[in-house]
């Protein structure tokens, strides 16, 4: 039997964490043989509720648990992990801007990231879920300076997910049939969900099978705007989808994606011309436990003026909150 490793989540009494816990504890994200610690990260006010949830994690009786931990600030909760997933954000609440939503995020993913890089693990692998996904990042990976920006992701997975399952639905094939989709830029609408590279059962274009006027007006804002669909009809955000998506994000970092193309909110090298230094979502393939940018793809003239359009709102974002960054590395540079 493996070492059990140690797994952070914060916002851990919430919606998304409340399947993604279980499905961590049952296996699903490191393996049926790696061992696991729980240390569940809450703000003071939640701690009954996490009680609860703990309780039934107990009650699962799930033989790879070794361990779960309550924590109500994230200099307890991360002490030696190996993996954060950060699901705990601010919502915006009635009459708050998007400026004041990113400043209430600055302050507790400042205080996240600083956490990290003094009590965690150092090869620890931080995955942010909670919104602004990319831009809360950015703060996070800039308050963790002895820890290597290629260390923390933002996720698009579940766009990525998102636009493999709609696509399927449109040709009648499973999703798992098709690779090669790319969701370039920000977790926002502005985010460009990029068919052209994509293939079907093994090497059919996607792109000549539909039709561009559905690919452009239809599938496009579909998937931009899928977050905001969800909550118009279930009246809360997505939920157990973007608990997957976390899973399936932090398996395929640690395990592999099996030579499959995943999309993945990282610390922009400048590829694809995209301005150094903000987590920007590129196509990655991942193996031995880390990413590489899928480099050479092509992208036509349209896909370019939607990847710069993304990359103009992160830039954006990033002034939003550059007063509270502490200075830029080389490597954030
Ligand atoms: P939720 O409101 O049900 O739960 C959030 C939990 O976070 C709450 O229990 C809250 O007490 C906790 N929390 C708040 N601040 C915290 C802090 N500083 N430390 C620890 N915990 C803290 O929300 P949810 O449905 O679970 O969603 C969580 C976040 O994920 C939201 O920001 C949501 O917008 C985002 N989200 C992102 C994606 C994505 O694709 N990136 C998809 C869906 C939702
Ligand atoms: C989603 O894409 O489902 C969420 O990011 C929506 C949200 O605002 O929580």
Redesign the pocket.
Known sequence: MKQPVRIAV????????YSLLFKIAAGEMLGADQPVILQL???P??MD?LRGVAMELEDCSFPLVHGISLHDN?FDGFKGVHYAML?????RSKGMERADLLEANAA?FSE?GKALNEVANRDVKALV???P?NTNCLILSRNAPDLDPSQFC??????HNRSQGILGNKLGVNPSDIDGVVVWGN?SPTMYPDLHNATVLGGESVIDQIDEDWYKSEFTPRIQKR?AEIIEWRG????AS?AQ?GLDHMRDWALGSDGKIVSMGIISDGSYGVAKGIYYSFPCICEFGSYQVVKGLEVNEYGQAMMKKTEQELLEEKAAVDHLLPAETAESR
């Open positions: 914060t916002g851990a009494a919430g919606n998304i964490s990260v809450e703000i006010q939640a509720k994230p699901v705990g954000a601010r919502p507790i996240q879920i909670g919104n996904a933002a996720m698009t997975r579940l766009d977790h977050g809360l955000s997505s939920a973007a998506a």
